[in-house]
Nanobody, 115 residues
Framework: QVQLVESGGGLVQPGGSLRLSCAAS????????MAWYRQAPGKQRELVAT???????NYADSVKGRFTISRDNAKNTVSLQMNSLKPEDTAAYYC?????????WGQGTQVTVSS
């Protein structure tokens, strides 16, 4: 099995920054995709950013230019650097690992952007 643990969430003012981290453990394959999703109350869960083990990254249009996803394949970790945060970024953020035919999820970490 695979376990994912997120950290780094919190309360931040608009324009501020946060860095989320996710550590994966268990049986991790060499080829996989790690991603960050978020879900605000009353809204559908949305894909924020993805990073393949080969180094390709993609971002949702709403965060492009503000967020940066990075991963360390040797440590099986993925991070999300969030800059210029906006109130609409407020959500529970979830780490995701996609490998073989299954997806694995972390427990989520809350990000609140408010003044």
């Amino acid at each position: 099995q695979v376990q994912l643990v997120e950290s780094g969430g919190g309360l931040v003012q608009p324009g501020g920054s946060l860095r989320l981290s996710c550590a994966a453990s268990g049986r991790i394959f060499s080829i996989n995709v790690m991603a960050w999703y978020r879900q605000a109350p009353g809204k559908q869960r949305e894909l924020v950013a993805t990073a393949t083990s080969g180094g390709r990254t993609n971002y949702a249009d709403s965060v492009k230019g503000r967020f940066t996803i990075s991963r360390d394949n040797a440590k099986n970790t993925v991070s999300l650097q969030m800059n210029s945060l906006k109130p609409e970024d407020t959500a529970a953020y979830y780490c995701n690992l996609d490998q073989a035919l299954r997806q694995y999820w972390g427990q989520g970490t809350q990000v609140t952007v408010s003044s």
